[in-house]
């Protein structure tokens, strides 16, 4: 009996990966105070953090996306289905891991929604590892 889960836990993904990008900007500007601490690298150096941060949120966005509207193709055990899910799971866990190893070294400011939005934020980067790597596992079941 071949596995699935649901499509609406797939797009639940696809959403929170969408509020992921789009709350990025804010995160940045009103937790990290990145924007200033950009200020303080060399030009060149400015552009290249700015670019790394858009393709963050780009990514984001696009994961997201593709959930929304292929969450079947997500799991139908195809090569790109494999390929795709391999991606996205091994960029979350790749988040999720960083998060734990280095993140935790450092305070974000103690306003309670803040703390909240951590508590949040967190949530969501362990659903999206869950859920992308069970798509991927799914996946090359289909194929083992």
């Known amino acids: 009996m071949k596995t699935q889960i649901p499509n609406w836990l797939i797009i639940l993904g696809g959403c929170g990966q969408i509020f992921t990008a789009l709350i990025y900007p804010y995160i940045r500007h009103k937790v990290f105070d990145w924007y200033n601490d950009v200020k303080q ?3 060149l150096n400015q552009e290249i ?3 790394y941060g858009r393709y963050i949120q780009g990514l984001n966005f696009s994961f997201g996306l593709i959930a929304i509207v292929m969450p079947n193709d997500l799991q139908n055990g195809s090569n ?5 899910t391999g991606l996205i799971a091994a960029y979350w866990v790749g988040k999720v891991a960083t998060q734990i190893a280095y993140y935790s070294m450092y305070q974000i400011p103690q306003k309670l929604i803040f703390k909240i939005g ?3 934020m967190n949530t969501l980067f362990t659903l999206f590892t869950v859920v992308y790597t069970w798509l991927l596992m799914i996946n ?3 194929i083992l």
């Not at 790109?80 to 795709?84: D, F, K, V």
């Open 41 to 43: 690298l060399k030009p």
């Open 49 to 51: 953090a700015k670019t």
């Open 80 to 84: 790109l289905a494999i390929a795709l």
């Open 118 to 120: 951590s508590y949040f």
């Open 140 to 142: 090359l079941s289909s």
